[in-house]
């Protein structure tokens, strides 16, 4: 479905001459080929869109990173052509949670596990992966189920 998508963007972006949107989405689609063929390797099937929300926001994490050190770096048109390409990414990603909304997910689950202590930790990320994946950033959410659980 995503990649149905994503290669209907391509063609848009073809008709338009969008060249920068154009050439995000090739980076994306080869991306994508790149991991299938990696999965393929492993003995394992073409990856599921859940699995494809991953690569995209690894996709965005690293162009966050190079946005930070062209900033330092005094490279303003290159940040703002790694900002250009986050855009059309996202464009990809389901509407992210918002800090409230993180927050209840993780009570619930802390909840629905039966959490107690830090040794669930593991138990409830997963949880939350299962539930909200590519919906809230997990780098965050763990700092918090941290908070929770030792709390």
């Not at 001459?17 to 790149?34: F, P, Q």
């Not at 690569?55 to 790694?82: D, F, H, N, P, S």
């Not at 997910?105 to 990320?125: F, H, L, N, P």
């Amino acid at each position: 479905m995503m990649r149905d998508d994503i290669n209907a963007a391509v063609k848009e972006a073809m008709k338009a001459k969008d060249e920068r949107k154009l050439g995000t989405l090739r980076m994306v689609n080869s991306t994508i080929k790149n991991a299938d063929i990696e999965a393929r390797g492993n003995g394992k099937p073409p990856l599921s869109d859940a699995e494809l929300l991953g690569v995209l926001q690894k996709m965005i994490k690293q162009r966050q990173e190079a946005v930070e050190l062209y900033e330092k770096g005094g490279r303003a048109e290159l940040a703002a052509q790694e900002r250009d390409e986050i855009a059309v990414i996202s464009a990809y990603l389901p509407k992210q949670m918002s800090d409230d909304d993180v927050k209840k997910a993780i009570s619930d689950v802390i909840a629905e596990t039966g959490a107690a202590g830090m040794k669930d930790m593991g138990k409830v990320i997963a949880a939350l992966k299962a539930k909200h994946a590519g919906q809230m950033d997990f780098a965050k959410a763990s700092g918090l189920v941290k908070a929770a659980l030792t709390g």
